[in-house]
Structure formats: structure tokens, C-alpha cells
């Protein structure tokens, strides 16, 4: 299976230094991916308000990648694979 939404890449820069939700609220995270779309940056499903996911569900962006250091992956929520995004 391959992704069907890497045309949708954008060339983009991170939002924030952090999870820009959780920095709102007072929350920490995990790990933070950002989105392939619009640079926002979220933090990941092991955090505790996945809000990553909850972007994904809000904007229907498909890619977000991870920033963390030496990381150069990213996940399609739609298609629900990996995807390379060096």
C-alpha cells in the first residue's frame, strides 16, 4: 500500500519549539510531530492529549512527521501507513 497524499507535502517550518496545544494549556508530551501541511507542531499518541491526532481530526491534514532529533519519519492518518518524508 502507498500513501496517496504526499503530493499534499508543503515545504513547511515548525510552529513552535514545543506542543503548541500543550504549551496553551499547562500539558506535556512525549515526542512532537509536526504537520506536513501547515508546520503545526503536536505532540504524539504516547502523550497524554494526543493532540496530533486531534489536529489530524480537525483539519483533515494527512502527514504529520516527527522532529525528534535523528527521526526522519512520518505517518498518513488517512491511509494509515508510513511514509518517507526525508
Known amino acids: 500500500m502507498r500513501c496517496t497524499h504526499l503530493n499534499q507535502i508543503q515545504k513547511v517550518k515548525p510552529s513552535s519549539k514545543g506542543c503548541e496545544d500543550c504549551l496553551k494549556i499547562g500539558g506535556r508530551w512525549v515526542h512532537l510531530r509536526m504537520c506536513m501541511i501547515c508546520g503545526h507542531v503536536a505532540c504524539c499518541d504516547s ?27 512520518g ?7 508510513e511514509v518517507n518524508v526525508v
Open 47 to 73: 502523550s497524554p492529549n494526543r493532540h496530533a491526532t486531534a489536529h489530524f481530526h480537525a483539519t483533515k491534514h494527512p502527514i504529520m512527521r516527527s522532529v525528534e532529533p535523528g527521526e526522519d519519519w
Open 75 to 81: 505517518w498518513c492518518y488517512v491511509d494509515e501507513i
